[in-house]
T-cell receptor, first 110, second 115 residues
Framework: TQLLEQSPQFLSIQEGENLTVYCNSSSVFSSLQWYRQEPGEGPVLLVTVVTGGEVKKLKRLTFQFGDARKDSSLHITAAQPGDTGLYLCAPCYGNNRLAFGKGNQVVVIP | EAQVTQNPRYLITVTGKKLTVTCSQN?????MSWYRQDPGLGLRQIYY???????DKGDVPEGYKVSRKEKRNFPLILESPSPNQTSLYFCASSFLSGQPNEKLFFGSGTQLSVL
């Protein structure tokens, strides 16, 4: 059984600050997705990373896939209130099924 | 507009009264799935379907049934709901290209309360 942990569970910051959240697995995964979920809505895909060490940027969001393929991070630069949401990591462990983490709840205060 | 549509958005029912939550997608996706989301437990997969007439159990299938008679529809059936099935439910769909991590499209959710 793979253990999947997202940290911190909750993070509150002021607008304009930077933040980083993490996704760590006890097992190697073949690829990973990050989703953002806003209140009252379903998760929406932000990015898919497939190569160990890969870095992808989406405007002010930077996603990194660890070299060992067991971890990933999401860094937000100059956070905006619109970045508020629950960030979910979803590794694929090679059986073509996603496992979702419990999420990082991010609140950006104007 | 490409979307996954769930109905109803909110449902309050009583223990033992059979209910169905509908899910429909207009993207011709092969793969469809149901999740429940609970505080502290995250998103957990209930059932999934790789194509018409093909369904498989996810991580928490007990107390649920599904069917996939048509490609676009994937209803979730609770034959005898119990209070521990009170949860936020999401339907999702994607193409099945054989590649891992196809983009999942989620519905807006169904908040179910079983009294």
């Amino acid at each position: 059984t793979q253990l999947l942990e997202q940290s911190p569970q909750f993070l509150s910051i002021q607008e304009g600050e930077n933040l980083t959240v993490y996704c760590n697995s006890s097992s190697v995964f073949s690829s990973l997705q990050w989703y953002r979920q806003e209140p009252g809505e379903g998760p929406v895909l932000l990015v898919t990373v497939v190569t160990g060490g890969e870095v992808k940027k989406l405007k002010r969001l930077t996603f990194q896939f660890g070299d060992a393929r067991k971890d990933s991070s999401l860094h937000i630069t100059a956070a905006q209130p619109g970045d508020t949401g629950l960030y979910l990591c979803a590794p694929c462990y090679g059986n073509n099924r996603l496992a979702f983490g419990k999420g990082n709840q991010v609140v950006v205060i104007p | 507009e490409a979307q996954v549509t769930q109905n109803p958005r909110y449902l309050i029912t009583v223990t033992g009264k059979k209910l169905t939550v509908t899910c429909s997608q207009n993207m011709n996706h092969e793969y469809m799935s149901w999740y429940r989301q609970d505080p502290g437990l995250g998103l957990r997969q209930i059932y999934y379907s790789m194509n018409v007439e093909v369904t498989d159990k996810g991580d928490v299938p007990e107390g649920y049934k599904v069917s996939r008679k048509e490609k676009r529809n994937f209803p979730l059936i609770l034959e005898s709901p119990s209070p521990n099935q009170t949860s936020l439910y999401f339907c999702a769909s994607s193409f099945l290209s054989g590649q891992p991590n196809e983009k999942l499209f989620f519905g807006s959710g169904t908040q179910l309360s079983v009294l």
